[in-house]
C-alpha cells in the first residue's frame, strides 16, 4: 500500500521559535497533500490543502502567515509553525492523495509538537 | 455544509463479543465517499475501507463489516469477535467530490473502543 511518512515524529520548542515538519510519499507520487490538527482526544481537523507547484488553501480560522506550507515537489510537503506557542501544541497529521488514486487519502503516523 | 455524527463517544466490550460503531452523515452532494479510518495508540491512522455513494452494498473482511444504508445516511461499522488488539478510536470520514484534486475529509469526533479480557 502507500507509505506516507513525517519527520520528525515528536519535537519539543521553545516558545518563539519555528519549526518544520516533513510530509513525504515514499512510494508514489501525491499532487495534493493535507495537513491536520488533532488536539487530546479530538478529532482530525483539517488545517489546509497543499497542492504542488501552487499556494495552499487554507481552512477557514487558520492563519496562513503562522502555518506556512509548501509543496515543491510531487513527494514533499512542509508545515513551519512559525513563532509556535504553547496553544500550538498538538498532533499533526499530514496525509497525501495519489495522483492516480479515486479519493484515497494515506495519512502519515503524526507529529507531536510540544511548545514549552 | 458536511456533517459526520460519530454518538458513541466510548464503547468498551468484553473480548469476542461483537460491537458496532454507528456512522451517521449529512450531504447535500448526491456523489461522496465514506471512510472508516483506525486511529491505535501509536496515532498513525489506518485506512479501513472506503465506499462511494453508488454502492450500498454492504462489504465484509474478516472480522469486519461495514453497513451502507443511503435511506438513513448511515455507514456502520461491525467488528464481529472483538480482540484486545481492536482497541483505538475509530474515525468514521466523508469526502466531498471537490473540484479538481481536491477532495477535503470531514471527520466525525471519533469512538474510542476498548476490548478487555
Known amino acids: 500500500g502507500a507509505v506516507v511518512s513525517q519527520h520528525p515524529s515528536w519535537v519539543i520548542c521553545k516558545s518563539g521559535t519555528s519549526v518544520k515538519i516533513e510530509c513525504r510519499s515514499l512510494?508514489?507520487?501525491?499532487?495534493?497533500m493535507f495537513w491536520y490538527r488533532q488536539f487530546p482526544k479530538q478529532s482530525l481537523m483539517l488545517m489546509a490543502t497543499?497542492?504542488?507547484?501552487?499556494?495552499?488553501?487554507?481552512e477557514q480560522g487558520v492563519e496562513k502567515d503562522k502555518f506556512l506550507i509548501n509543496h515543491a515537489s510531487l513527494t514533499l510537503s512542509t508545515l513551519t509553525v512559525t513563532s509556535a506557542h504553547p496553544e500550538d501544541s498538538s498532533f499533526y497529521i499530514c496525509?497525501?492523495?495519489?495522483?492516480?488514486?479515486?479519493?484515497?487519502?494515506?495519512f502519515g503516523p503524526g507529529t507531536r509538537l510540544t511548545v514549552l | 455544509a458536511q456533517k459526520v455524527t460519530q454518538a458513541q463517544t466510548e464503547i468498551s466490550v468484553v473480548e469476542k463479543e461483537d460491537v458496532t460503531l454507528d456512522c451517521v452523515y449529512e450531504t447535500r452532494d448526491t456523489t461522496y465517499y465514506l471512510f472508516w479510518y483506525k486511529q491505535p495508540p501509536s496515532g498513525e491512522l489506518v485506512f479501513l475501507i472506503r465506499r462511494n455513494s453508488f454502492d450500498e452494498q454492504n462489504e465484509i473482511s474478516g472480522r469486519y463489516s461495514w453497513n451502507f444504508q443511503k435511506s438513513t445516511s448511515s455507514f456502520n461499522f461491525t467488528i464481529t469477535a472483538s480482540q484486545v488488539v481492536d482497541s483505538a478510536v475509530y474515525f468514521c470520514?466523508?469526502?466531498?467530490?471537490?473540484?479538481?484534486?481536491?477532495?477535503?475529509?470531514?471527520f466525525g469526533t471519533g469512538t474510542r473502543l476498548q476490548v478487555t479480557l
Open positions: 497543499s497542492n504542488e507547484g501552487s499556494k495552499a488553501t487554507y
Open positions: 496525509s497525501a492523495r495519489e495522483q492516480q488514486s479515486s479519493r484515497a487519502q494515506f
Open positions: 512510494d508514489f507520487q501525491a499532487t495534493t
Open positions: 470520514a466523508l469526502s466531498e467530490p471537490g473540484a479538481g484534486t481536491a477532495s477535503k475529509l470531514t
